[in-house]
């Protein structure tokens, strides 16, 4: 079998590893500067206890807020409950719990019957 490796000169060599050296000294260089203008043009970065007075304050609000929203719906609730009742008044109309109390008088009032009618058929 012929040999058919390739050798390359340790002269090559130590000009690929100085390419290379150069390459990675302007890419250091560029991430210096790319840094550099990062942090310069960055917003001003406030204080931890700056930070957390706000979330604080900005917790408190929305409590607040909830507050008012929970208050508001029992307030609606207590409008349309009265304006349902003045509605059901106005009309006459019977409410649920009334009907319910009728339905059941009314089957006991025909339980009654048939038994009178089977006690005059016997």
């Known amino acids: 079998m012929a040999d058919t490796n ?6 090559d060599v130590r000009a690929s590893v100085q390419r290379i050296r150069d390459q990675g000294e302007k890419l250091v260089d560029r991430i210096r500067t790319d840094a550099r ?5 960055a917003p001003k970065v406030v204080s931890i ?3 957390r007075k706000r979330l604080d304050e900005a917790r408190q609000r929305a409590e607040d807020a909830v507050k008012v929203v929970r208050d508001l719906r029992t307030r609606r609730d207590e409008i349309v ?3 349902v009742t003045r509605a059901i008044e106005f009309l006459g ?6 009907i319910t109390q009728l339905e059941t008088r009314i089957e006991n009032l025909e339980r009654r019957v048939e038994s009178i009618s089977k006690g005059q058929a016997a």
Do not use: H, M, P
């Open 81 to 83: 409950g009265d304006v």
């Open 37 to 41: 203008d990062l942090i310069a043009s």
């Open 6 to 11: 390739t050798r390359i000169s340790l002269d």
């Open 49 to 51: 206890d700056q930070t």
């Open 93 to 98: 109309l019977a409410k649920v719990d009334k």
